[in-house]
T-cell receptor, first 117, second 110 residues
Framework: GAGVSQSPRYKVTKRGQDVALRCDPI?????LYWYRQALGQGPEFLTY????????KSGLPNDRFSAERPEGSISTLTIQRTEQRDSAMYRC???????????????FGDGTRLSIL | DAKTTQPNSMESNEEEPVHLPCNHS???????IHWYRQLPSQGPEYVIH???SNVNNRMASLAIAEDRKSSTLILHRATLRDAAVYYC???????????FGQGTRLTINP
């Protein structure tokens, strides 16, 4: 079946512009996660949703970052007034829900490469 | 999440077994041991996970020490496509997020 789909694959924008990154999880997956990955580093958690509810946003760097998942499927990560330090690979993952979350694999998309000029 | 310690890099030869070690001396009783790998220019890929017993799947085997303070990911017959960064991650049973460390960069020689 189809995996996690992210769009666009690449986004180049000028500093100060807003950007919206989209994630389409695996069909039926209840949980959706956003991570950010700097070059040469492992992914860093940003936020996650169960269905449409944002359960943890502790990893969002500041209030310019927000995410939503209004119908419990597709999610959008929005960065307002972008800065050069926001340049990174943004990755989305999804998983089906089980009673013990730690026992459930996450499936990652190929990411969106964001470059702020 | 408890921390893990992995070698920065390892090298092996094609068609030979590879044993990737991970130390997690502060693991708690409810921590699952997860392994992910990331091939160049791709997102992380789930490999295997376990709690106490050794685990096998089509990709690899996971050997967990009896005291659970260390584990080893075993690739039985490495191919060039196994060249990747391998991450060992502890994840509490109730934890949603994955906390990635630096991982081990595995190089496979032809």
């Amino acid at each position: 079946g189809a995996g996690v789909s992210q769009s666009p694959r690449y986004k180049v924008t000028k500093r100060g512009q807003d950007v919206a990154l989209r994630c389409d999880p695996i069909s039926g997956h209840v949980s959706l996660y956003w991570y950010r990955q700097a070059l040469g580093q492992g992914p860093e958690f940003l936020t996650y949703f169960n269905y449409e509810a944002q359960q943890d946003k502790s990893g969002l760097p500041n209030d310019r970052f927000s995410a939503e998942r209004p119908e419990g499927s597709i999610s959008t990560l929005t960065i307002q007034r972008t800065e050069q330090r926001d340049s990174a690979m943004y990755r989305c993952a999804s998983s089906s829900q089980q009673r013990t979350a730690g026992n459930q694999p996450q499936h990652f998309g190929d990411g969106t490469r964001l470059s702020i000029l | 999440d408890a921390k893990t310690t992995q070698p920065n890099s390892m090298e092996s030869n094609e068609e030979e077994p590879v044993h990737l070690p991970c130390n997690h001396s502060t693991i708690s009783g409810t921590d699952y041991i997860h392994w992910y790998r990331q091939l160049p220019s791709q997102g992380p890929e789930y490999v295997i996970h376990g709690l106490t017993s050794n685990v096998n799947n089509r990709m690899a085997s996971l050997a967990i020490a009896e005291d659970r303070k260390s584990s080893t990911l075993i690739l039985h017959r490495a191919t060039l496509r196994d060249a990747a960064v391998y991450y060992c991650i502890l994840r509490d049973q109730g934890a949603q997020k994955l906390v990635f460390g630096q991982g081990t960069r595995l190089t496979i020689n032809p």
